[in-house]
């Protein structure tokens, strides 16, 4: 059949018919709001509880997102490689070398690439990598550490500035803050987890004698060295152990409080390249009891603790320290009790001088006391 000109003429284009559809939608959409809402849920996936009912929860999860955005620009993870030798009964020789990787994690603390974490996440390692957040990978440069505290800090060798952490100030903690971490457990990197302060000064939980932080907080192997962070953003505590049964966690973890730990980075930073290494005063102390501030002379008010032992040939002995001396304060801070003077003798380490300002019959005295153990002499 042969189309005539006439109807080439007057057919109208598919486009037009395109065009007034979507008009006629719009239109509709304008006109009525209540087709429009419902075309919206027949799309849209619903929701079984709304976004009214929940606002408080999704106020509370969007603050943890922001935490964790803050967080993810300045956590790192710390991996380590040593040679260790492996005993197989069946081979020729009984042992071979091997080396083993581990990982921790850690946190920049200044634009310029300072990095910290845990001393037992770097001890004995023959090569420290740096894994950034963005999964570039630098060697670490030691700088210092701290055995006692268990406080490490490293160096990313490169001019550029990195984004670095914001301490916060662990003494304004309290039981019930929210306790976030984030690190890098069994090598899962950016792992975020969330808890409260369970405790916020707890003692004697090893040997170190040391204050910690208790947070009920997921902290797994791998965690350690890494952030605890409050509702903030801001770091008031350096993860570093737990207590379990199964070696993972159980709701008992604890992190070293950050004010605890800027003292150590400052002690660090006086003896950089080095390992300061645990040293002992060699007393026994204890806070005196009123008939001994009566028969020595000590005042009511007067805050400090007795000495009422010294060990043979120990670092108090060879100090001029002597029994029943009264210990006022230790590096220009008052000593409240035996912890105060414990933490004391831990920041300054082996081969450091610890200055004592003591009561002797009823006179003030300062003492300079070097902390060194002929048998465990100062070195890296």
């Known amino acids: 059949m042969v189309q005539t000109s006439m109807e080439k003429k007057y057919r109208i284009p598919p486009v037009v018919y395109i065009n007034f559809a979507l008009v006629f939608v719009l239109l509709i959409a304008i006109f009525f709001p209540e087709i429009r809402s419902a075309f919206g849920k027949l799309v849209s996936s619903p929701k079984p509880i709304s976004a009214s009912k929940q606002s408080q929860a999704i106020q509370l999860q969007s603050s943890f997102r922001n935490v964790y955005r803050e967080a993810q620009s300045f956590v790192v993870s710390i991996r380590t490689k040593k040679t260790e030798m492996l005993f197989q009964p069946y081979a020729f020789g009984g042992v071979r070398e091997d080396r083993i990787s581990s990982i921790g994690s850690g946190f920049v603390i200044d634009e310029r690439g300072f990095v910290v974490t845990n001393y037992h996440v770097i001890k004995n390692a023959e090569i420290i990598e740096i894994i950034m957040p963005d999964g570039r990978i630098f060697p670490a440069r030691y700088v210092g550490s701290h055995e006692r505290a268990d406080i490490a800090l490293l160096k990313i060798p490169s001019d550029e500035k990195f984004i670095p952490a914001f301490l916060g100030n662990s003494d304004e903690v309290e039981v019930g803050d929210w306790a976030i971490a984030v690190g890098s457990p069994y090598g899962l990197e950016k792992t975020f987890t969330v808890g409260v302060v369970s405790t916020k000064s707890r003692e004697d939980l090893d040997e170190t004698g040391q204050n910690h932080i208790q947070t009920d907080t997921a902290i797994n192997p791998g ?93 108090a002995e060879r100090g001029g320290l002597r029994r029943y001396d009264f210990i006022k304060g230790a590096n220009g801070l008052s000593v409240r009790n035996i912890n105060d003077l414990r933490e004391q003798v831990g920041l300054v380490g082996l081969g450091g001088v610890l200055r004592l300002k003591i009561l002797r019959d009823t006179q003030e005295m300062d003492l300079l006391i070097p902390l060194v153990d002929a048998n465990y002499p100062k070195g890296p």
């Open 223 to 315: 965690s350690s060295g890494g952030p605890l962070l409050n509702i903030y953003g801001e770091v008031v505590g350096i993860n570093r152990m737990i207590r379990s049964n199964s070696g993972s966690s159980a709701g008992i973890g604890f992190a070293i409080p950050i004010n605890y730990a800027k003292k150590v980075l400052r002690q660090i930073e006086q003896n950089v390249g080095q390992n300061i290494r645990p040293a002992t005063l060699g007393v026994m102390a204890t806070t005196p009891l009123p008939d001994h501030r009566k028969s020595l002379g000590i005042p009511k008010e007067a805050m400090g603790v007795l000495v009422y032992d010294i060990e043979s040939n120990s670092a």
